[in-house]
């Protein structure tokens, strides 16, 4: 069955050490079919090389946020002025940069879902927005309205780099987790195997160990030089699979520019 198996990923998010380390897993198994629900890049030091990879391996793509709210506005008339500036974007310059424009233009393009059979859609966050998140403590009231009217009764779903499965009356929802920067407290690299069967799809989903110091050494390529705080937080998510960014984003909220690289050092201090 493994010609038939499919394999699902999400937000690997530049990170070529750890998908080389599913594909590697992927082939061991001889599971050839790749599908790749969202967010292919943002946060890891090889954006373009992840990109290069899945299209060499023929993996069906659509966007996640990134691809969708950053990539597809960079450098045109719709991206915001303060883009070109804000410290707080230097890595994400650096990584635009990195893809160029025939990569940017090739994310920017991607489908928002895939269609798996009739009953069975890929798609980066729900049927309602690219950024809503299924996780285990969702009500169900709650993934209800995320889902309302759609007629898929199994979603293969990204987003939140945690994976769940969660079983509603109409429908079973399958967040895949991430690649590249698992967020449940595992560092290893996450996707799942879909298999169809007389009764549906089976679904596995599978960790994978693979070289993350290699990952972070990875940055110092280049982004380390651009923002060297950005890297210490990206590399404790990195190693302990647990979230730095965002809870970073949050400790910054409303700060300016100038407060920065203070609070920066003061969160990473509060954080270790």
Known sequence: MADATVAILADVHGNTGALRAVLADLDALGVRQLVVAGDMVGFGPEPDAVV???????????????????????????????WATSPRLASMRWS???????????LAALPDRLQLDDETAVMHGSPRHVRDAVLAWTSEAEL??????????LAFVGHTHRPVVRDLPRRRLVNVGSVGFPLDGDPRA?????????????????RVAYDVEATIAAYDEDVRSVDPGYVEIMARELRTG???????????????DAELDAARRRYLDEHP
């Open 52 to 82: 290069d990879l899945l299209r060499e391996r023929g993996a069906r793509m659509i966007r996640g946020n990134h691809e969708k709210d950053y990539v597809a506005p960079y450098a045109t008339a719709a991206m915001p002025d303060w």
């Open 96 to 106: 635009m940069a990195r893809l160029g424009p025939e990569r940017r233009a090739f």
């Open 144 to 153: 209800e309205a995320m889902f309302e009217g759609d007629p898929c009764r």
């Open 190 to 206: 996450c996707c799942v195997l879909a298999t169809p069967s007389d009764v549906g799809w089976r679904i596995e989903t599978r």
């Open 242 to 256: 647990r979230d730095y960014f965002g809870s970073w984003l949050r400790f910054s909220e409303g700060l300016a």
